[in-house]
């Protein structure tokens, strides 16, 4: 069981760009050689969390008001967020606000032994980070350059430095970069 946070970035490091849209990401469509990645990565997911920006643009995106059959996740799902959110009908998302270990300890129970997605934002990856509880960061590096928006993981990480695991090109627009995330002592 790991915790990992798994995402797609510029090479300049944005997750989303200033208006917080994902659009520059998908003007690649489904590369041949990615078809298996995801799928690959999603089944041994458990339960998953994201930051309530994530939330709202997948909501927005999918138009989950009018078609709440779109929600493709069917793990349990926790939102970080200050705010009232609109709820999924038939989705297991649970909102909840505050320090990220305990709310970890129940989505690794819930996970029963699969992975914990670290889905976005940045700085959410980063909270888990910060309590050691990040196992792994798998960045999808798409051949794209943005001039601002929401940072890959805004933290100082430097010592100890990230393990670089494994590399992998798919076609000419990706890289995916695989860190195991070293434990202080």
């Given at each position: 069981?790991?915790t990992?946070?798994y995402t797609?970035?510029s090479i300049?490091?944005?997750i989303?760009?200033?208006?917080?849209?994902?659009?520059?990401l998908f003007?690649f469509?489904?590369?041949?050689?990615?078809?298996?990645?995801?799928?690959?990565f999603f089944?041994?997911?458990?339960?998953m969390?994201?930051?309530?920006?994530?939330?709202?643009w997948?909501?927005?995106?999918?138009?989950?008001r009018?078609h709440?059959?779109?929600?493709?996740?069917?793990?349990?799902?926790?939102?970080?967020?200050?705010?009232?959110l609109p709820t999924?009908?038939?989705?297991?998302?649970r909102?909840?606000?505050?320090?990220?270990?305990?709310?970890?300890?129940e989505?690794?129970?819930a996970?029963q032994?699969?992975?914990v997605?670290?889905v976005?934002g940045g700085?959410l990856?980063g909270?888990f980070?910060?309590?050691?509880l990040l196992?792994?960061?798998i960045?999808?590096i798409?051949?794209?350059?943005?001039?601002?928006?929401?940072?890959?993981?805004p933290?100082?990480i430097?010592?100890?430095p990230?393990q670089?695991?494994?590399?992998q090109?798919?076609g000419?627009?990706?890289?995916?970069?695989?860190?195991a995330v070293?434990?202080?002592?």
């Amino acid at each position: 069981m790991k915790t990992q946070y798994y995402t797609a970035t510029s090479i300049n490091g944005y997750i989303a760009d200033g208006n917080h849209s994902l659009e520059w990401l998908f003007q690649f469509g489904e590369i041949d050689s990615m078809k298996d990645h995801y799928p690959q990565f999603f089944g041994n997911v458990g339960a998953m969390a994201m930051g309530s920006t994530t939330y709202e643009w997948v909501y927005a995106y999918e138009n989950l008001r009018e078609h709440p059959e779109k929600w493709s996740y069917n793990v349990p799902t926790w939102v970080f967020s200050r705010r009232e959110l609109p709820t999924v009908p038939g989705a297991d998302i649970r909102f909840v606000q505050g320090d990220v270990t305990p709310i970890h300890a129940e989505m690794v129970r819930a996970a029963q032994g699969k992975n914990v997605w670290i889905v976005g934002g940045g700085d959410l990856a980063g909270q888990f980070h910060d309590q050691g509880l990040l196992d792994e960061l798998i960045i999808s590096i798409a051949s794209v350059m943005l001039d601002g928006g929401a940072p890959l993981l805004p933290r100082r990480i430097t010592t100890p430095p990230l393990q670089l695991i494994d590399v992998q090109q798919h076609g000419s627009a990706f890289a995916i970069l695989t860190y195991a995330v070293s434990k202080t002592a």
